[in-house]
Nanobody, 115 residues
Framework: QVQVVESGGGLVQPGGSLRLSCAAS????????MEWYRQAPGKQRELVAR???????DYLESVKGRFTISRDNAKRTMYLQMNSLKVEDTAVYYC?????????WGQGTQVAVSS
């Protein structure tokens, strides 16, 4: 059974940092692309960052230079280091992987950026 579980969200002031984690089980983690999405209230879910099995990365333009996606295959965990957070980064953050053509999503972790 494939499962992905996010953690690490919270409330932070503008300019602050958070690190999100996504722990995966039920797959050979190292060979799958992993993704972070977010959904703000009243908005569509959007892709924030992606990391391939080889470690290549892609980012949403608005987070480039502030967010860093990484993975630890030994721990079967993906991370999103978020620095210089802005109010507009407030959202529920989800991780996703695709296994056997099926998308698997976590339950999400809330990130709130507010003074």
């Amino acid at each position: 059974q494939v499962q992905v579980v996010e953690s690490g969200g919270g409330l932070v002031q503008p300019g602050g940092s958070l690190r999100l984690s996504c722990a995966a089980s039920g797959i050979i983690f190292s060979i799958y692309t992993m993704e972070w999405y977010r959904q703000a209230p009243g908005k569509q879910r959007e892709l924030v960052a992606r990391i391939s099995s080889s470690g290549s990365t892609d980012y949403l333009e608005s987070v480039k230079g502030r967010f860093t996606i990484s993975r630890d295959n030994a721990k079967r965990t993906m991370y999103l280091q978020m620095n210089s957070l802005k109010v507009e980064d407030t959202a529920v953050y989800y991780c996703r992987t695709i296994y056997a053509r099926v998308s698997y999503w976590g339950q999400g972790t809330q990130v709130a950026v507010s003074s």
